[in-house]
Structures are given as structure tokens and as C-alpha cells.
């Protein structure tokens, strides 16, 4: 898919983009251990990459904006409760 022209509006400023695809990810979860005892599992899933048209960083790089959708996963949790389970059909 060949990459979408934009144009992104940001403090202020009107930018030129182009909405760079996605053809391979890799995504990892971050794992944080909480004081309660809950482990959780954190990453940010990449929902849309824009690339700044003719613009640079100093070391030539460049400039990317990464639209992220966060995803959260209780791993384990002491705090967890017992779930009631549905009656079992009598046939």
C-alpha cells in the first residue's frame, strides 16, 4: 500500500505527513509487579505511524509520530474473586 499524504494539525503548527504502513510488528508487554501484589502487563499497540514530510532531527533521523492504543493484562492479582459460574442446563 503505497503511503497517505496528511496533513497533521499540532500546537498550532500544520504539518505535511505521510501515514507510513505497517508491515511487520513486534510488540511486547512491560511487566510491572504492584505493591498490592498484582503483576500487570502493559504495551502500547501501534495503531497508525505518521512520518513529518522534509523534516529532520539533528542527527539526520526522520520525525515519526507513533499513534498508540494502550492494552492492559492483569497476569495475576491476589485481589481476584471468585467468578459465579452460569447453572448447568438439565437436559
Do not use: W
Request: no cysteine.
Amino acid at each position: 500500500m503505497a503511503e497517505k499524504k496528511k496533513k497533521l494539525p499540532l500546537l498550532g503548527v500544520e504539518f505535511d505527513v505521510s501515514e507510513v504502513p505497517i508491515v511487520e510488528m513486534h510488540e511486547y508487554f512491560n511487566e510491572y509487579k504492584l505493591e498490592d501484589g498484582t503483576v500487570l502487563k502493559v504495551k502500547g499497540a501501534a495503531m497508525s505511524i505518521l512520518r513529518v514530510d522534509n523534516q529532520y532531527l539533528p542527527d539526520g533521523n526522520p520525525v515519526y509520530f507513533a499513534f498508540l492504543s494502550p492494552v492492559t493484562k492483569v497476569e495475576s492479582s491476589p485481589l481476584k474473586v471468585a467468578v459465579p459460574q452460569p447453572p448447568s442446563k438439565v437436559n
